[in-house]
């Protein structure tokens, strides 16, 4: 499945390429979205959180392909400049699990977003990434 016009559009926005299958990932696939969990919560499987599952995705991922949590985070920098809310609501929440110091500014600057789905996510994220980041000893 290829990404529709709009999402293409997007993509080119910020600079990336839509039909590279990386942008292709992060647009439709995986376990982010707006579905996306934080934390436990009801409407899901008992022990299900996206959140938990997005980062075992990334180790089975880089297993697989060496190099794959790299290029994933490399796109996620890129559409976290994006003006489209979905695809800004899925660089949220991977930078949070990949990212550093720098993706913890970015997210935080993002608190404020006029779409209150990614400014929620940006929240949720600054926090989880800043625990992260506080856990291993990282400067934020």
Do not use: C
């Amino acid at each position: 499945m290829s990404v529709n016009k709009a999402t293409a559009a997007a993509i080119e926005a910020v600079g990336g390429d839509p039909t590279d299958h990386t942008w292709e990932w992060l647009a439709l696939y995986g376990p982010h979205g707006e579905r996306f969990t934080w934390s436990q919560t009801r409407s899901q499987p008992p022990g299900y959180v996206s959140v938990e599952h997005l980062e075992e995705t990334f180790v089975e991922r880089e297993r697989q392909d060496p190099g794959y949590r790299a290029r994933v985070l490399g796109v996620a920098r890129k559409a976290l400049s994006s003006t489209d809310s979905g695809l800004l609501l899925r660089a949220v929440q991977i930078a949070a699990v990949l990212g550093g110091g720098d993706e913890l500014r970015t997210i935080s600057a993002l608190k404020a977003h006029p779409d209150l789905g990614v400014a929620a996510n940006a929240k949720a994220g600054a926090f989880y990434l800043k625990q992260k980041l506080r856990s291993s000893g990282e400067s934020e």
